[in-house]
């Protein structure tokens, strides 16, 4: 056994290189477990600089100064901000009050729809099925809007910290944006020297990252209005929200859509019950889905989601339990991260004789 642990520490860890990269990745893995909550600012900051770095550039490439060019998208992408904020946000708020006001109508319309079910399909439903299913939606209601409003009295308390980030990640992603090269070259001061293979999995996880970070942008952008556009033609009640919802829920591959499409589902039951309408909208918003898995991030993600999708679903689940919202943010980028580590990892008895060699991938 000790033999078998030491011939693979040879293998893996005999270039120094290596042992630099995996310490340099435990360093950074390991503030960002202890420190989330407290870093949360700086990776805003980070996100949005990533975001707005390719129309800096652009800017730059035009002949603009880069200070000039930083502080011109900013105040630009600040002034959609405040519009969206103080535009949307009022009307998905009122529409949320008005689901949690609309639930006992809702639970009324649904149990006349499920008590004809007996009388339909005798032999699949029962009388105390039934009975026993409203009781179980009754309650799950009722937790739901005491939720809501304890979520909502808890937020008040955050009112600060909240006021404190918009003050203080605008600076961060002005100075972070307009400093950026002295910044990576300050950092790069305390990364040892001969880290060629840390250098070389930096370089092709930057670009995936920021690649990654505004194609996820635009996709969440495409399918929002996609999606209000068919819920709104169609007549559905709160179409802001819930392609509001839709729109997040590609933060979260696979899982999100699956996740969403039971709110709309049950909004679309209590509004039209078990009629046509009610079948098109499903079929109509499976199609939207289809696009965006088959068409949309194909085109956005074409070189950075180069996963298996239960790649994908594992590490979202891994993520998410370690860093929380941000871990299911940055899911995709991070196992492109371990990818691209695993690839360019030292194998001192690659070539070994009489070692079996798998075929590369």
């Known amino acids: ?18 042992v630099i990269l995996a310490l340099l990745l435990l360093v950074v893995f390991g503030l960002l477990w202890l420190l989330g909550d407290i870093l949360a600012p700086v990776v805003i900051a980070l996100v949005l600089s990533y975001l707005l770095e390719g129309v800096v550039s652009t800017m730059q490439r035009w002949g603009a100064p880069r200070t000039l060019s930083v502080t011109f998208v900013l105040l630009l992408f600040m002034t959609v901000m405040l519009v969206v904020l103080f535009g949307l946000l009022p009307v998905l708020s009122q529409q949320v009050t008005q689901i949690v006001k609309e639930l006992p109508r809702m639970i009324a319309t649904g149990q006349e729809q499920l008590l004809r079910l007996p009388e339909l399909y005798p032999d699949v439903f029962t009388v105390d099925q039934i009975n026993e299913m409203i009781g179980n939606v009754r309650a799950e209601a009722g937790s739901f809007g005491q939720n809501i409003l304890s979520f909502s009295i808890a937020r008040l308390g955050n009112i600060m910290v909240i006021m404190v980030y918009v003050v203080l990640v605008p600076f961060m992603v002005f100075f972070t944006l307009k400093d950026k090269d002295q910044l990576l070259s300050w950092a790069g001061k305390f990364v040892p020297h001969r880290s060629e293979l840390s250098f070389q999995v930096w370089r092709e996880v930057d670009q995936k990252i920021a690649n990654y970070i505004r194609g996820k942008f635009v996709e969440i952008c495409i399918v929002w209005v996609v999606t209000y556009i068919v819920f709104a033609v169609m007549g559905l009640n709160y179409s802001l929200l819930l392609s509001f919802l839709v729109g997040l829920s590609v933060i979260i591959p696979y899982v999100g859509a699956v996740a969403v499409t039971v709110p709309i589902a049950l909004i679309a039951f ?5 009629t046509a309408k009610f079948g098109y909208l499903l079929v109509v918003y499976q199609i939207v889905q289809v696009l965006d898995g088959n068409v949309l991030v194909p085109l956005l993600f074409s070189e950075v989601v180069n996963l298996h999708p239960l790649a994908i679903i ?11 919202f941000w871990g299911i943010f940055f899911a995709i980028p991070l196992a492109t991260l371990i990818q691209a580590v695993l690839n360019a990892w030292p194998k001192a008895n690659r070539a070994k004789p009489g070692v079996p060699q798998l075929p590369a991938s």
């Open 1 to 18: 056994m000790r033999d078998i642990i030491r011939d693979w520490y040879n293998r893996n860890f005999s270039d120094p290189q290596a």
């Open 270 to 274: 209590f509004q039209w019950g078990f």
């Open 314 to 324: 594992v590490a979202v689940l891994f993520f998410g339990g370690l860093f929380g």
